[in-house]
Every structure is written in C-alpha cells, then in structure tokens.
C-alpha cells in the first residue's frame, strides 16, 4: 500500500480515511513489533542503570551521613528520634518491628517455601483407639499467596526504608546549614494541604495493589503450576512445572492430550465472533433505532423511548433467565408451535442445537443491548448541528450520502472509546451466556467441560468451580488479557476518536 500525503489523506472521504489507517498500521505493524524488539535492550539497560542509581545513591547518604544517619539504616526512626522529629521515628520503627516480627512469624516461611512448594501436605497416623488421624502439615495454595504476599511487603518495607535513610540526610543537611527540619504537626498539616492528593490516594493504591495486582501476579505464577483436581490442597501439593501448561493449549493439533488446544482455538474463533456482532449489531441497529425515533414527524416519541428504557430498569439476570425457561425444549414457545399452532412435531432445541443456540443468544443479546445504544445514540445525534444537514441537502446529498458524510463519522468520533470498552466486554461478557445456556450445548469434542456457546471467559469459570483445574484457567486467563490487549491496541490506533481531534471541532 503506497503510502498518501498529508494533503491527499485529508481529501479521502471519512470512510475511506479509515480503511487506509487500517491498513497502514498493518502494513507498519512489523516494523512496530521490531522497533519495541529494539527497545528491549535499551529497556533492560535503563533499568540496570535505574538500580545502579539507587544502589548509589545509598551510598552516598552512608558516605555522607552522620553516626544518627548511618544508625538508622539499620534501626528505622533512629535518626528522627535525635532530630525532635518523634512522630515520624514512632512511625518508622513501628514498620520495621511489624516487618521483623511478620517475617519470622510467618513471612519467612513461606517465602523458603516458594521453591518447592510444600514437602508434605499431611500426616497419618493412629490414635489410641486405632483410628486414622490426619494432620495438616504444608498447603501450597497458602505458601504461594502468602509467597507472592511476602514479596510485595518486602517491596514495601524496601522502599520505606528507603525513605528513611533519605529523610535522616535531608533533615542532617537541613541542621547543617541552620534551619529546623519538619515536626510532626507540620507533616499532618502538610498532608492535609499541598500533600492532599497522598492522602486521597493512599487508599484506592492500597486497594488497586492488594485486589489488584497481587491476584494478577498470583494468577500468573498459578499458570506454571500443576494445581488442579488432580493435585488438590489441603489434602495433595501441586508444584511447579514450567511452560507445561501453555504448551497444552496451544498445541498444534487437535488429537490425544492436545485436545485442550483444540478447545481453546475453537472457542477462542467464537469468542471473536460473538464480541464483533454483538458489539456492532448492537451499535448500528441501536443507531438506527435513534434515529428513527428521533426523526422529524414522528409521534410518541417519548412513548417509544419509554418503552425501550423500560427494559433497561427490569434486571437483566431476571429477563435472561425467563427467556432460557421460554425457549427450553418444554418451554411456552415450543408449547405454542407444537400444541396451539401445530406448525411442529418435535420440540426445536433453541438451546441444545449449537449453530441454533449460537443465533439465540447473539438474538436475545441484540434485545438486551439495543435499548442502552439507542439513549447513548440519541444524545450524540440530538447535539450534531442541523446546519450541516441543511447544507448537505442543499447540495443534493441523499439521506444514506448525510449517514455516512455526517451522522456515523461523528458517531464513531463520539462512541470511539464506548466501542472499544464495549467490545471487551463482551469478550468477558459472562452473564448473557452463563444465564441462557450456561454453555451448553455440551459436545464431546471439547474438553474441559466446554459448550457450543461457551465464551472464554465462561469455560474459565467452568475449569475452576465445576472441573478444579485452577493451571489451565490462569492460562486461559493470560491469554484472554493478551488477545484484549492487542485488539484493544489496534483499535485504539484506528479509533478516529483517537485521533484527528481537530475535523470535529
């Protein structure tokens, strides 16, 4: 594809501009993908460099430091308690007596314990009656959170100890050159000031790292481990075997242990598929229904929108559940096309036939969806200018010439970002599908407990609740987050709402 200058570029319609963008990031994705190639050294180099600095940087303040200063490296709060800073040394000694005491408690333990992950998961033995008695000796599950738990607060305790040693310098310079450091009450103050946004962040950051990270990180590391059905803790130990997993699902055939592979591709085929039409066709017919309602002429229209919003306030878990009951093989649907109208002999399996099920639920799905499109749709075209229309009538435009000139090129400018969050929901859109066919129909050639409509996300709760195969769900679930993040990548590249700001100002 010969590449356009800026001043053809912007003579494509706004149809065509799009295309070409897609295309061009296509065409520039490998020299993309070798660029960040490059990059990876320099990366490893600048974070070699950054820790370089940090080493250094201590020694300096040791270099530096006076006796206050160079104690409190190894007792926290030293150097404050000297300094008639009471209020922060209390603080910083308190830290790092909970660290030692947290570390020869507990987190020293499982920390030794990551290598293997446990060495004996119980021990039987006889009481004096001649019964089997079990003791619990070591849980892996445990060993390995409380692990990743004990590495993430020797993280903290690092850099709070970090923090330490800087403030005793700073506070020693400011002594040397006549000026009294900070008190206590200045710091509240402080925080409660020009320090606010510490204050206010504190919170969701510890939230963010400790229902955040921690679980991703414990996921990651729960993908190189045998830990399923087979190795179930508190009774078995499960350990660590490397790569094994990711080479079961992707696998290059379909056959013996690879059927796992085979699994995942087709469902990950049908993941894509459901995510691209119920993204789309819920935003154009959603559209459309705006449109219509909103065009000039027409009656009731708030008695239409009503209508549309009353299915957004009925709990969606409500209304998908009695379609399920509706269209079951003894449901009312079937009930009144065998028994009242006579137009079958047999029950259809809306839900146990996998291409009928598959078109139920991207039907039922539009159904559920078009509504919320429809208010967000008519928000957006009640604040496009009516000028731009007029002109484009005086000057002979037809009505699909001004939808696609005018209404979806500031559509999509608008809803850019709603398309691609929008999208990634329904690649993990679990309750469509768990509520109407809990992903069935359930077929032999999948494994794992996997369905005809099953999602990814779906399968991933099936593997874990229902088969405990907790090392193919952490899988799963890392290569969900990677597929979504290079959609997500390539859409936020072409989205126009990402770019070309300036045409819709």
């Known amino acids: 594809m010969s590449r356009l200058s800026e001043l053809e570029y912007l003579g494509l319609p706004p149809m065509k501009r799009k295309l070409y963008d897609i295309g061009q990031f296509f065409v520039n994705l490998p020299l993309k993908i070798l660029n960040i190639l490059k990059q990876i050294p320099l990366g490893i180099w600048k974070g070699i460099c950054a820790v370089g600095r940090f080493f250094a940087s201590i020694g300096k303040i040791f270099a530096e430091g006076d006796w206050k200063t160079r104690i409190s490296f190894l007792i926290m709060g030293f150097g404050q308690f000297f300094r008639h800073q ?28 990551l290598g293997n992950l446990g060495e004996q998961a119980t021990i039987k033995t006889l009481n004096d009656y001649g019964l089997e008695v079990v003791t619990y000796k070591d ?6 959170l409380y692990g990743v738990l004990t590495i993430f607060i020797i993280a903290g305790f690092i850099w709070t100890w970090y923090i330490n040693i800087k403030q005793n310098h700073v506070a020693q310079k400011l002594i040397e050159k006549g000026v009294r450091p900070k008190s206590f009450k200045n710091d509240l103050k402080s925080l409660a000031d020009e320090q606010y946004y510490k204050t206010l962040l504190a919170v969701p950051l510890l939230g963010i790292t400790v229902f955040t990270i921690i679980p991703i990180f414990f996921m990651i590391l729960i993908a190189f481990t045998n830990y399923d059905y087979s190795h179930l803790p508190p009774d078995k130990l499960f350990g ?11 696998a290059a055939d379909a056959s013996g242990n690879d059927k796992f592979a085979y699994t995942f591709r087709e469902i990950l085929i049908w993941t894509m598929i459901w995510a691209l039409v119920a993204t789309f066709s819920n935003y154009f017919l ?37 379609v399920s009951k509706m269209f079951s093989n003894e449901g009312i649907v079937n009930g009144i096309l065998r028994e009242h109208l006579g137009w079958i002999t047999e029950n259809i399996g809306f839900w146990t036939t996998q291409d009928m099920a598959r078109i139920m639920v991207l039907a039922v799905n539009l159904w559920v969806g078009i ?31 001004q939808f696609t000139k005018i209404t979806l090129p500031y559509m999509l400018f608008v809803t850019g970002p709603y398309l691609l969050t929008s999208f ?45 195969d907790y090392k193919i769900a952490a899988v799963i679930g890392i290569l969900v987050f990677v597929v979504v993040a290079v959609i997500s990548l390539i859409v936020y590249n072409v989205s126009p709402a990402m770019k070309n700001e300036e045409d819709f100002q």
């Open 86 to 113: 009471i209020g922060r040394g209390i603080i910083f000694l308190g830290m790092e007596s909970l660290f030692v005491w947290f570390m020869a408690v507990m987190g020293g333990g499982y920390l030794a314990g």
């Open 139 to 144: 849980n892996s599950l445990k060993i390995l």
């Open 240 to 250: 660590w075997v490397g790569w094994d997993n990711f080479r079961t699902i992707l």
């Open 286 to 322: 959603g559209m459309f229904v705006a449109m219509c309602i909103n065009r000039k002429g027409i009656k009731f229209k708030k008695v239409f929108r009503t209508v549309l919003v009353m299915t957004i306030a009925v709990p969606q878990f409500v209304s998908l559940l009695l």
């Open 371 to 401: 509504p919320y499109l429809m208010l967000i749709a008519t928000g957006v075209l009640m604040n496009i200018p009516g000028d731009i229309y007029e002109s484009a009538r005086i000057d002979g435009a037809s009505g699909f010439k």
């Open 424 to 468: 990634t929901a329904n690649i993990n859109n679990f309750n469509v599908i768990y509520l109407l066919t809990a992903g069935a129909p359930k077929t032999m050639a999948y494994e794992g407990g996997a369905g005809g409509t099953d999602l990814l996300i779906t399968w991933l709760y099936s593997l874990t609740v229902t088969n405990n």
